[in-house]
């Protein structure tokens, strides 16, 4: 099992997809799609945006949320949703944690989102503004867990950057 898990419902834009798998594969995170899909999983925008990541990913599919949790039944998850009241930063993740997204013209259904309350966050954004793109989102939620958990298992700066401080000024 993966201590940080990305669950997208019913995505539509193979590109959103693809980056978050490539997010996915550079950070250890497993991808669960629940279907339907907006897109073939073969298709070329899918595989461009993480073509060579794709075989570095855990994914997985279900047929609708009751799919998932029959498979996962002791996930902890949360919900992100601009309509929550909690900033994400808010709360103390667990490992292993499953962090939902929506679709990008609809986001969560509404009434999954009103049985979990207490698992719903937010991307604070400006006012006027609908949300961020669906990888930019999933990409802060996963690295906020990391973060957290300090940076488990990932390379961090101070690793690569020592032939910098050989250098003269």
């Given amino acids: 099992m993966h201590p940080i898990n990305i669950v997208l419902f019913e995505p539509q834009i193979p590109q959103n997809t ?24 073969d298709s070329a925008k899918l595989k461009r945006a993480g073509l060579d990541y794709w075989d570095s990913l855990d994914i997985r599919y279900y047929d609708g949320l009751d799919d998932f949790f ?7 998850f949360y919900c992100f949703t601009a309509k929550a009241p909690h900033a994400y930063t808010e709360i103390a993740y667990p490992l292993p944690v499953y962090l939902f997204f929506g679709k990008e013209t609809t986001g969560l259904p509404e009434d999954f989102l009103r049985r979990h309350p207490d698992r719903c966050v937010r991307i604070p954004i400006r006012e006027g503004q609908r949300c961020l793109n669906l990888s930019n989102a999933a ?5 906020e867990v990391l973060r957290q958990h300090g940076f488990p298992g990932q390379l961090c700066a101070s690793d690569r950057l020592t032939s910098l401080e050989q250098a003269e000024p």
């Fill in 139 to 143: 990409a802060v939620g996963v690295f």
């Fill in 70 to 76: 029959a498979g996962n039944p002791d996930a902890q």
């Fill in 18 to 41: 693809g980056n978050i798998a490539r997010t996915c594969a550079a950070t250890g995170a497993s991808l669960h799609l629940i279907r339907p899909l907006g897109f073939a999983i």
